[in-house]
């Protein structure tokens, strides 16, 4: 079967319109001022309310809900072009995969109450899944007493994205016979308890606590399994373009660095081992570029092949760009170990988004798992 992995004009103008934003934006100036000043929350929400005024919010939301109805081939591009800039903001959190979990989610009332808010950019949404500091969506411990129609959860996320300014928690918990559910909580409850410390890459991590919280319930048993899947893969899906953007973005600085850095008095570019070394980044670099694509075609397309192709797109990527962002810094020489040369930021970026929602091994063995190997 041969497929066409070339853009929409629509999907095109999207990701113009983001690149020029973003670039607009100077996003690394304020991820340099946002941790100087360890602002955690400003670093969350970064240009969150420019894509706002973009319409970006509502990219996979229907057009009944004030979205775009659009697909995932469309909301990949913003996430590569936020990788590229270095760009923040709660859009992988809340336009992709709280968009999805409350679009498919049984409970049409919460979740017609809340897609309007978060198409407008009004509501931020968050995910809170894991409980162990290696991504283990089965092993949820969190608890969920139900009675009346709602439910009480007790337990802590880790790792949760954005949760210190989401407004809405998406909480997978377990009731009392095991059985897994996915509920909607308030994240400015009394009863509601979020910590959050600065990562590597200067960006947020957040530990949340549910003391007795009161919550909505959104989907239980085989359907919350099967929704909490979808999500997930949906975040790798954009983890992996993100970290296309920024292997992009180093490699082609990398590039102009080898093109204008003298040493020996010839263009350290011409030194062919350089050329060689880059010659394997940009090969690598296309490989992943496809199947980045490829997986994101399948999502709107070809819905059963995409777990599949998302999983090898997640354990690609995670590879591909902690080993393009190193030989870029490597590559610069001295110079580029140094935190006032930006180089290292595209580093420090990919390596938290390949250990988000799933390493490369253990996204691997889930693309393994997919193939009955």
């Known amino acids: 079967m041969i497929v066409s992995l070339l853009i929409s004009d629509d999907v095109r103008m999207i990701r113009e319109s983001a690149g020029k934003l973003f670039a607009d934006l100077e996003s690394i100036k ?40 659009l697909g995932m081939v469309a909301s990949v591009q913003v996430c590569e072009m936020m990788g590229r800039s270095l760009t923040t903001g709660p859009f992988l959190s809340t336009a992709v995969m709280g968009a999805l979990a409350l679009r498919e989610s049984g409970n049409a009332v919460q979740a017609n109450d809340v897609l309007a808010k978060l198409a407008a950019g009004s509501l931020c949404v968050a995910i809170a899944v894991d409980e162990t500091s290696r991504h283990n969506p089965e092993a949820i411990a969190t608890q969920a007493s139900l009675a009346d129609g709602r439910a009480t959860l007790s337990g802590r996320k880790v790792n949760v994205i954005d949760g210190n300014i989401a407004d809405r ?12 559910g996915l509920f909607l909580v308030d994240a400015h409850d009394a009863t509601v308890a979020a910590q959050t410390t600065m990562g590597l890459d200067s960006q947020p991590y957040v530990t949340i606590t549910f003391n007795n919280s009161s919550a909505d319930i959104l989907c239980q048993g085989a359907d919350a399994t099967a929704l909490l899947t979808r999500i997930l893969d949906a975040g790798r899906l954009h983890l992996a373009a993100e970290m296309l953007g920024a292997a992009q973005e180093a490699f082609d600085r990398t590039v102009d660095y080898l093109k204008t850095r003298v040493q020996f008095g ?62 870029a810094v490597q590559l610069h020489g001295g110079i580029g170990v140094t935190d006032e040369f930006d180089i290292g930021l595209y580093l420090k970026r990919a390596q938290r988004a390949a250990s988000l929602l799933g390493d490369s091994a253990f996204c691997l063995e889930r693309y393994a798992t997919l193939r009955g190997l």
Do not use: C, Y
């Open 266 to 327: 010839r263009v350290i570019g011409e030194f062919q081992a350089l050329q060689h070394r880059a010659a394997l980044l940009f090969g690598d670099l296309e490989i992943s570029r496809s199947i980045v694509a490829k997986a994101a075609w399948a999502w709107d397309e070809m819905p059963a092949e995409a777990p599949r192709l998302t999983a090898m797109a997640k354990a690609k990527l995670s590879t591909t760009a902690r080993h393009v962002t190193a030989e």
């Open 30 to 69: 304020t991820l340099r001022r946002n941790r100087a000043e360890h602002d955690l929350t400003a670093a969350a929400r970064g240009a969150w309310a420019e894509m706002t005024e973009l319409g970006l919010p509502g990219i996979l939301l229907p057009e009944t809900a004030g979205g775009a109805g």
């Open 169 to 180: 928690l998406i909480v997978a918990a377990r009731d009392t016979a095991g059985a897994l």
